[in-house]
């Protein structure tokens, strides 16, 4: 390894190697070698511990060249510990509202990164419930999203749709593990009959648990990211986290070439996907329809 070896922060959640072995792969495919032309620090927080805002703070002390966030809840810990620290965040929930970026075109400043609000996604997805689900009348929001901009961005969206296909939206908000258990006890009492899930960092680590809770309520629910779906959730329209990571890759070798990240285009996913859950569907009691399947890229078993 050289002296001069750029040192660059991989600051993540456990649960999710697919996305830091993309990440490292693309590195690779573009010419470095960790150890010798990069070293790759990484850091893995767990779920429901405060670990994350320590090792902020640990990543804050290591003469890093970058910082990659894989999320909104990562880059709000890295910012506060180092606000000096570039960073290219995976994905975010809102880059401009949350400060950010001054606009997707130029972020302007020292972040950048791929922001997975595009208008009408939320919308989008409630559209798609209520094709599989056309007896679908109340339906929870689902809400991990921290920050600023995120959850109210996608509450006006889903409220938007509501109104055109004629259901009712009720927003119940989380910010910690327990608080996820406590808002699906609520949606349970409020007799909610179907479920979007919003964008969250938070919401993805406790995937397992809230689809296992829709299959045992039998309520239709739409999410945010696929791995919700292959979980055996009902339904996921969402782009691909993993071509995000790969994304991510692209972003710090053009930082490492000397790049600033402010002036690298932030972007929205390019293509979102719709993932369909037959045996999900099966336990809530649906049966999708042919519209539907006809739009699906995938149907999981």
Not at 16 to 30: H, N, Q, T, V, W
Not at 274 to 301: I, K, M, Y
Request: charged letters at 20%; one cysteine or more.
């Amino acid at each position: 390894m050289g002296p001069m070896a750029p040192r660059i922060g991989f600051f993540s959640s456990i649960g999710y190697p697919e996305l830091e072995a993309a990440f490292r792969d693309e590195l690779s495919s573009l010419g470095y070698v960790d150890g010798e032309d990069v070293v790759i620090v990484t850091r893995s927080s767990r779920p429901g511990t405060d670990d994350m805002t320590a090792m902020a703070d640990e990543l804050a002390g290591m003469n890093l060249a970058l910082v990659v966030a894989v999320a909104l809840p990562f880059a709000l810990e890295v910012r506060r510990a180092d606000p000096s620290m570039p960073m290219v965040i995976g994905t975010c929930p809102g880059l401009v509202s949350n400060g950010f970026a001054e606009s997707l075109d130029r972020p302007g400043g020292i972040y950048t990164g791929i922001d997975e609000l595009p208008p009408g996604v939320t919308a989008h997805r409630l559209r798609l419930l209520k094709v599989a689900a056309p007896a679908v009348t109340r339906v929870a929001l689902l809400s991990t999203t921290p920050g600023e901009g995120g959850h109210e961005a996608q509450v006006a969206d889903a409220e938007a749709a509501a109104a055109e296909l004629g259901v009712q939206v009720r927003p119940y908000r989380a910010a910690s593990s327990d608080e996820v258990r406590r808002a699906l006890e609520r949606i349970a009492l409020d007799n909610m009959n179907g479920m979007l899930n919003f964008q969250g960092a938070l919401s993805l680590s406790n995937r397992q648990l809230i689809v296992d809770f829709a299959a045992e309520k039998r309520i239709p629910s739409v999410y945010q990211a696929t791995l919700f779906a292959e979980a055996g959730g009902l339904m996921s329209w969402a782009p691909d986290l993993v071509e995000q990571y790969r994304a991510a890759a692209r972003y710090a070798d053009q930082v490492l070439r000397g790049a600033k990240p402010g002036d690298l285009p932030a972007m929205y996913p390019e293509n979102y996907y719709l993932t369909l859950n037959s045996t999900a569907a099966q336990r809530v009691g649906l049966e999708f329809p042919d519209e539907l399947t006809a739009q699906a890229n995938r149907v999981v078993p």
